[in-house]
Structure formats: C-alpha cells, structure tokens
C-alpha cells in the first residue's frame, strides 16, 4: 500500500520555533536525521520519493477554464501552517505507515528536543477504471 506522509511547517506540539530561527548544528541533525531514515527506508524498500518544499512566498497558483491560465503569487494561508514536504512510502500496512510518521514527527529540533511535527498520512488511491464509470 502506499501512502504519503505530508509534513506541515508551522505550530508544532513542542512550541518549536521556526527551522530559520534555529542554530546551524540544529538544522544540520535536522536535515542528518532526514536522510538518514530516508536511506534506511530505501534499504528497506519502502521509500519511494521524499522532497522539502520551498516557502508558499515562491509558490504560484495557476486557475485555467482552457483559455490562457491565470497565475498569481500565493497562496498566502490565514493559518500558520504550510505543506514542507512529503514522503511517498510504500508498506505493507496502514500500521507501518503511521511508525514511519511517528520517526519523522519525532524528528530532532532545537537542541535535539524532538520537533512533534504534524504529520498527515493518506492513502494513495489509484483513480478508477474508466470502464466502471
């Protein structure tokens, strides 16, 4: 099964301030963690992608009704949480799913102190045949 792990930016659990306030050996065994469970998963099969994403300040939102599209900066949430990344896995069981989440929210912060970042696990479904519609 696969599922996506979608990691938020913002309040966390812990009151962790934000990644760019923290000191550069912070950041460092931030990131070394990361990749460090990603490559475990790798060897484990379970990874599939893992990415960060950059701040909604260099995102676009692009609407089309088929004409020329309209884009515009954004988007600007009202809430203080974005979409930082994600991990695509794929496990044998939604209870694998929800361990792999529960390392990345744990995750080390500010002086080590885990970040209890949200993590959001979801399903991958495949769309349905065309000849069952």
């Not at 599209?69 to 949430?77: Q, R």
């Not at 991990?87 to 792999?100: F, G, K, M, N, P």
């Amino acid at each position: 099964m696969r599922f996506m792990l979608l990691q938020t930016y913002g309040p966390t659990e812990s009151g962790c301030q934000p990644m760019s306030e923290w000191e550069a050996r912070d950041v460092q065994a931030h990131v070394a963690f990361q990749q460090d469970l990603n490559e475990r998963l790798t060897e484990l099969g379970e990874l599939i992608d893992a990415v960060g994403l950059a701040g909604p300040e260099t995102a676009r939102v692009v609407t089309s009704d088929g004409g020329p599209p309209v884009i515009t900066d954004g988007p600007f949430p009202e809430a203080k949480e974005m979409l930082a990344g994600y991990r695509l896995v794929d496990v044998e069981s939604w209870d694998r799913a929800l361990e792999i989440a529960a390392l990345v929210s744990a995750s080390p912060g500010p002086g080590g102190a885990p970040v209890q970042a949200r993590i959001e696990v979801r399903r991958v479904m495949g769309a349905p045949a065309t000849d069952d519609l």
